[in-house]
């Protein structure tokens, strides 16, 4: 680029600042926009590509696919005995297991535990995951039943500078006991799925009696393979595999029930329960497209507003004709002088994303950072091929008008009728996504504020979930201990034991109830074991027949023979799997086959888990003495801080139970967790939305200003002939609402097929009503009509005389 398109440029900057400083700033908010999201979806589709020969290791899922259970889908666990099995009948095989991670174990210290990302994994671990390593030798370690490997941060914490190999660190996982330190490793990456701190030996053999029980799910196996072939060739193993190895857990044909399946680690992190989209792949790619779909609004208002303004040049371009210069120099001036703007623009888009991450990094609870040894080249592509969108065209339309024509002329030529259907075309594809948007953000919000305030059939404030109380360290004399300790707190009101909790807390359990006059097993129901004044403590709602009682005998699973009978509560969702016409048809009948489950009453639905996943059909077992239950977990009800109280309860267990980490929080915080990752991308989804609109808007005064200059004269003369300033505001105005109105039929489809998809993630949603698509719609025409009212005023304002004098 010449000293003269330089100059040229700068010129044309300075002359018409506002515009300048509108265009490109429009431009710079959609790449910073699209920087930011970019660089979330880079993180999210990134998990485990860290690890060396990643697209070798693949994720042994479990299938189920069980008759109306709950539990159908897929899960990224297995029983803890398949890997032996799978080598028993395939030798050769590469694998390794995980049981624990994130939050799973402790590290005790001076008698007190610490809560840690502890596992443990097999000696074969360093065959599928190469860890780097700082010092000592990882695999070396882990062979030895006494080893352990720790990570540099967990080193530091407690061993300070000295060097940890070969000190002893007392650590549980199930049981405490003392390591000796083999190895260091670096701290896996942010975009690890798992989360290991300090990796333990685990024990050859089976942990406990159901470990190598096919139905039954203790932990994560991997396995490694050469080839994608290879993996493919297993996979078709399985079913006969499972057919084979399971008959006598789960009966001939078991793979129709309970089959296997092989996932690729680097998939696993956006992998879905059910086989379909999951809820978190889908909020990668929404913000995605968030992301790319305002970079082209941006682009889409920049190349807009860059060709009407060119228009305005046309005279300058007759006189460099004039003066010499050819068509190429003209169109390597505009090319030139549209890639430099760009360049200003993208510059300014990374100021505005490196200013803008910190904020967008609180509001979504990540870690992002700009890889400018990616981005900078990324930039330089973009400007070029947005900086050619916005030059080629101006610079082809001008360089072929004739110069005598131009300078004859009184007006400068702007692309005639075709020219003012482009840009209203470029406007109507503007303010269509714009509008989708918006329709996506009040959905967005209108969701996950209806899945906050929903129903989840019991009272979630003053409601405390102690899950370190089934800690299989805790005895059940403690356990005693410490809910009497509990329950004398003030403030506590009702403290019970119950296999689940608010915030999915509990363990998950299913099981066939067969029913009298019907052949089969039955349908499959969870069941949940709970201890005296369960109900009580949540409220539960009863609907028919009564709750359990201590004083009956028969209610008591612990005192009766099963074979004989047990009576159970069911909820309002079992009473239609069990196929009963209503609750109060339930109550008093005996359902089970040779388990005998007598009906006594039913309660209303209680919503421990997901939002996105439906209320499972459950049924409730009762124990006198739950405390010799190590699955169990405490359930407080309380009045006052909440603060206040969940410190109190922490100081009792500390004091009573100091070998275990206290592992307890609020109901609200609980369920909280779910609702996290749809509110982030709300408040994500709503930035975006904002800014589109906002770019939009931009453009929108740019062609106003543009046009409302180019009909000066008209306006002059309609005066002149008797028009008033109204019908003057009322013509302008309408010319621009038209585009904005046409934008709804892009905007609506693109809307209801998105927010359709989004939505059939949740079990409890809410109604796509039309309402937000209406009130998505008047605010853009409100915005639109706001935009263009001051240029509209302006000139309906004018004096006719100096309005026909204007050149």
Not at 174 to 189: A, S
Not at 218 to 243: G, N, W
């Amino acid at each position: 680029m010449n000293r003269f398109a330089l100059l040229s440029l700068y010129r044309s900057l300075t002359r018409h600042k506002l515009y300048a400083a509108l265009n490109i700033g429009g431009l710079a908010v959609g790449i910073a926009v699209f920087l930011v999201l970019g660089l979330y979806v880079r993180f999210e589709t990134s998990f485990d590509k860290w690890i060396p020969r990643h697209d070798r290791i693949y994720v042994v899922q479990t299938v189920w696919n069980l008759p109306g259970s709950p539990f159908n889908g897929r899960e990224s666990q297995t029983m803890g005995g398949l890997l032996t099995q799978l080598r028993e009948d395939f030798p050769g095989t590469v694998g390794t297991r995980i049981w624990g991670g994130e939050g799973a174990g402790s590290v005790l210290r001076r008698g007190v535990a610490t809560k840690e990302d502890v596992a443990e994994v097999d000696s074969s671990f360093f065959d599928v995951f190469d860890l780097p390593m700082v010092s000592g030798d990882g695999r070396r370690a882990l062979a030895d039943p006494s080893g352990a490997i720790i990570s540099e941060t967990l080193a530091r914490k407690y061993f300070g500078t000295s060097d940890p190999i070969g000190q002893t660190i007392t650590a549980s996982y199930e049981q405490p006991r003392n390591y000796r330190i083999g190895g260091v490793f670096r701290d896996l990456p942010a975009n690890s799925e798992q989360k290991l701190s300090l990796i333990l030996p685990l024990p050859k053999g089976d942990r406990n009696d159901n470990w190598s029980h096919w139905g039954s799910s203790h932990l994560q196996t991997y396995l490694r393979f050469d080839t994608p072939a290879a993996a493919r060739a297993f996979e078709q193993k399985l079913s006969a595999f499972v057919d084979r190895r399971a008959l006598k857990d789960m009966g001939p044909h078991a793979s129709k029930m309970q089959n296997l399946a092989l996932l690729p680690l680097t998939e696993d992190h956006l992998a879905s329960r059910t086989g379909g989209v999951s809820s978190k792949k889908l909020t990668v790619v929404t913000l995605g497209l968030v992301g790319a779909l305002t970079l082209l609004i941006a682009i889409v208002n920049y190349v807009n507003l860059a060709t009407a303004r060119a228009g305005l040049r046309a005279r300058e371009v007759a006189m460099r004709k004039v003066l010499g210069a050819d068509r190429g120099a003209l169109v390597a001036q505009f090319l030139g002088e549209a890639m430099l703007t760009v360049g200003i623009a993208a510059l300014g888009g990374l100021i505005l994303a490196e200013l803008g991450l910190p904020l967008v990094n609180a509001a979504g609870g990540l870690s992002l950072a700009i890889p400018y040894a990616l981005v900078v080249p990324g930039l330089a592509v973009l400007v070029l091929l947005v900086g050619a969108l916005a030059g080629f065209y101006p610079a082809l339309l001008l360089s072929r008008f004739p110069a005598a024509a131009v300078l004859a002329s009184s007006r400068s030529p702007g692309g005639g009728r075709a020219g003012t259907r482009v840009r209203e075309a470029l406007v109507v594809l503007q303010f269509g996504l714009a509008i989708a948007f918006m329709i996506g953000t009040v959905v967005l919000l209108a969701q996950t504020r209806h899945v906050r305030q929903a129903d989840v059939g019991y009272q979630r404030d003053g409601l405390i979930i102690v899950r370190s109380i089934s800690d299989d360290t805790v005895t059940p004399v403690q356990r005693r201990a410490v809910l009497e300790a509990i329950r004398a707190l003030p403030g506590v009101q009702k403290v019970a034991l119950g296999g689940e909790g608010a915030g999915g807390s509990g363990s998950k359990n299913g099981d066939n109830v067969p029913l009298p006059g019907v052949p089969g097993d039955g349908p499959n129901l969870r069941w949940v074991t709970t201890g005296p004044g369960f109900f009580d403590v949540y409220g539960a709602r009863l609907i028919a027949g009564r709750l359990f009682d201590p004083a009956r005998r028969e209610d008591d699973q612990q005192s009766v023979d099963m074979a004989k009978g047990t009576n159970i509560l069911i909820n309002r969702l079992a009473v239609k799997q069990l196929r009963f016409a209503s609750p109060e048809a339930a109550v008093g009948k005996t359902v089970g086959g040779d388990r005998p489950r007598t009906i006594v009453g039913v309660i209303e639905n209680m919503r421990f888990d997901t939002p996105r996943d439906p209320i499972a059909p459950t049924y409730f077992y009762y124990v006198s003495d739950p405390a010799t239950n190590a699955n169990m977990i405490a359930n407080v009800r309380y009045s006052g801080d909440p603060r206040a109280m969940l410190a109190a309860i922490r100081t009792v267990w500390q004091r009573m139970a100091p070998q275990v980490p206290f592992n307890g929080d609020t109901a609200d915080n609980r369920l909280a967790r779910y609702y996290q990752a749809d509110e982030q991308t709300a408040r994500m989804f709503g930035i975006g939305a904002g800014l589109a609109v906002l770019i939009g808007c931009v453009g929108l005064w740019g062609l106003a200003s543009f046009n409302t200059q180019r009909r000066v004269k008209e306006i002059g003369i309609r005066k002149t002939l008797g028009a008033s300033a109204p019908d003057i505001v009322k013509l302008l105005v309408g010319q621009f609402l038209r585009p904005v109105l046409i934008a709804n039929l892009v905007a609506w489809p693109l809307a209801f097929v998105a927010m359709r998809t989004w939505l059939a993630g949740f079990d409890d949603r809410v109604a796509l009503s039309p309402l937000y698509f209406l009130g998505a719609t008047l605010v853009a025409i409100a915005i639109a009509v706001l935009t263009v009212l001051g240029q509209s005023l302006r000139a309906s304002r004018a004096a006719p005389a100096w309005a026909l004098r204007h050149d």
